[in-house]
């Protein structure tokens, strides 16, 4: 007999003090479990809608640039070869020149239907078919072949492309090679590149001629899509959560006086009952975690844009529980037994 | 083990509420603790049990001629009414006082039915102790001073609100505690006086 509670009795008296499935310790299961699956549930839902977001600004041609003339009245030219070799810089996605093309008979689709020639470096599928049909031009996706004024191509309807590109309702070729400059010249960079940088640094590889030309974005973001993301309110939940672990936690303390008394009252140090106490609520904790976890693993599959760090939030609110309701049964244990005896 | 009170009193503020208390509570007796209400006997017993300083004088706990303060690891506390844990086992209640004192789970648990056994609750150990009555509470308070293997036994009025009968079985069962250690009562009742070893009134010392 040493007058402290051994380890392992310890951790199994916090076992079955916390998960007793009966009266209000149940709440404080059930609020664990929730604020758990709450987490996973706000994180799935923020991701989902930041995908969402992005998805609708890149069919518009977000992170696009144009290159182009700056003033229409003095028209300026981009060497094609220049263009293209945009599209091996690290921050740029592709990269080519479009040209307007005279407007054809294409048996499938009627008169006069926009024809445009394209660098395969900004549409690789020219590397593979002759032709690649605009996805509103209303054909189903796959391989085709098309005739064009009495000839036959291999072509391929394609996926929908950024509404910068103006690929959508044309059909679209290789540029041809008598061709070597163009007016315009279009740029996709990477997700997560900055558009006024790299609109500096590629306006100064491209070789033009004529009068000054412009590398400007396609769609003008009135706020950085990403920035918001980082400043939403909602990035504070797995510490809010965490809290309100720490509030429960705590109210269902200031209940216990009775019980604290029977602890201290029965020889248990003050140490032993704040290590006791922080036991209980880290079985709570490693409920929200485990919880928490699981519905994260589940949410990572459903929405797989989601990052892995994701997984670290039910840790941030089991961990902020535990270290707050740690400070509170310290405090709460520094009444004299007799007092907290009296206190029913 | 005996405890020595020299000069002993206590005071809130201003107001005093005894002093110039000194004697001895002999070993292995059973020494009530008299006087009318606020005369201070809760508060002595607090002293007693190391969780309070008297306000002036001494306590120690003598024992072959060693002094010592009171202190939580030599007396044990059993307190009006009884705290217990309502949602767990009468077992398991009487169990943290002898796994407090650094046993493992099964000796605590044997240990704890023995202790039942004594005090006359060896049926009701699986019941929950939310549903005891006041003497059976009582009983349960001192099953776990019988467990906790202390030397000191300090009970604050273990006969409030029970009837005649229990208030009888709880006298019974201090009187055995003296088996084991000293025990220091707090109480009105007279029952409890009349079976005590040594009286100790409060009354006349403010």
């Known amino acids: 007999m040493n007058g402290r509670w051994r380890t392992g009795a310890i951790f199994d008296e916090a076992r079955r003090n916390a998960l007793l499935w009966r009266s209000r310790q149940s709440i404080a299961i059930a609020v664990s479990i929730l604020l758990g699956l709450g987490l996973a549930l706000t994180s799935a839902s923020d991701w989902h809608t930041l995908s969402r977001n992005i998805e609708s600004l890149d ?153 000054d030309i412009a590398v400007t974005p396609y769609v003008n973001e009135t706020f950085d899509i990403l920035q918001a993301f980082g400043s939403r309110p909602t990035r504070w939940v ?15 303390l200031s209940m216990r006086s009775s019980e604290l008394a029977a602890y201290r009252l029965s020889g248990t140090s003050r140490r032993d009952l704040v290590i006791l106490l922080a036991a209980e609520q880290a079985l709570l904790a490693g409920v929200t975690v485990a919880f928490g976890s699981f519905g994260c693993v589940i949410a990572l599959l459903v929405v797989p844009t989601m990052p892995l760090t994701t997984l670290l939030w039910p840790w941030v609110t089991g961990l902020t529980s535990l270290v707050g309701f740690w400070f509170v049964a310290y405090f709460a244990t520094r009444r004299s037994p007799a007092v907290l005896a009296r206190d029913r | 083990m005996w405890i ?39 508060s002595l017993l607090a002293a007693l049990a190391g969780f309070d300083q008297p306000t002036i004088g001494r306590i120690a706990l003598v024992e072959e001629g060693r002094r010592s303060p009171p202190s939580s690891r030599e007396a044990i506390w059993l307190p009006q009414g009884a705290n217990s844990l309502p949602l767990r086992s009468v077992l398991d209640n009487v169990a943290i006082a002898a796994l407090a004192n650094g046993l493992a789970r099964t000796e605590a648990n044997e240990r704890s039915l023995a202790a039942l056994q004594l005090v006359g609750l060896a049926q009701r150990g699986s019941v929950k102790a939310g549903t005891l009555s006041g003497g059976e509470l009582q009983r349960l308070a001192m099953a776990r001073g019988l ?60």
């Open chain 2, 147 to 206: 467990v906790s293997s202390r030397s000191i036994i300090l009970a604050d009025e273990p006969s409030a609100g029970l009837d005649v009968e229990n208030v009888r079985l709880v006298s019974s069962l201090l009187r055995d505690l003296t088996r084991f250690a000293t025990v220091v009562v707090a109480t009105h009742d007279d029952v409890l006086r009349t079976v005590a070893d040594h009286v100790i009134d409060l009354r006349n010392l403010t």
């Open chain 1, 238 to 252: 797995p510490l809010g959560f965490g809290l309100l672990g720490l509030i429960l936690g705590g109210a269902l």
């Open chain 1, 59 to 211: 069919l518009r041609g977000r992170n696009v640039l144009i290159a182009q003339a700056t003033d229409p009245a003095s028209p300026a030219e981009i060497s094609i070869a220049s263009c293209e070799a945009t599209s091996e810089l690290l921050a740029v996605e592709r990269a080519g020149a479009v040209v307007a093309l005279d407007s054809t008979n294409v048996t499938q689709l009627g008169p006069r239907v926009p024809l445009v020639g394209v660098s395969p470096s900004l549409l690789p599928e020219l590397d593979h078919v002759a032709a690649v049909v605009g996805s509103s031009l209303g054909l189903a996706p796959g391989d085709i072949t098309l005739v064009v004024e009495g000839e036959v191509l291999t072509a391929r309807v394609g996926q929908p492309q950024p509404e910068a590109f103006g690929l959508n309702s044309a059909v679209a070729v290789r540029v041809p090679f008598t061709t070597t400059w163009t007016r315009q010249c279009v740029i996709e960079l990477g997700d997560s590149e900055s558009v006024t940088r790299q609109a500096a640094l590629i306006s100064a590889q491209l070789r033009t001629d004529g009068g």
């Open chain 2, 4 to 42: 020595e009170l020299d000069d002993v009193g206590i005071s809130y503020g201003d107001r005093v509420i005894f002093s110039g208390l000194s004697g001895r509570i002999p070993e292995r007796q059973l020494t009530a603790l008299v006087g009318p209400s606020g005369s201070g006997k809760t």
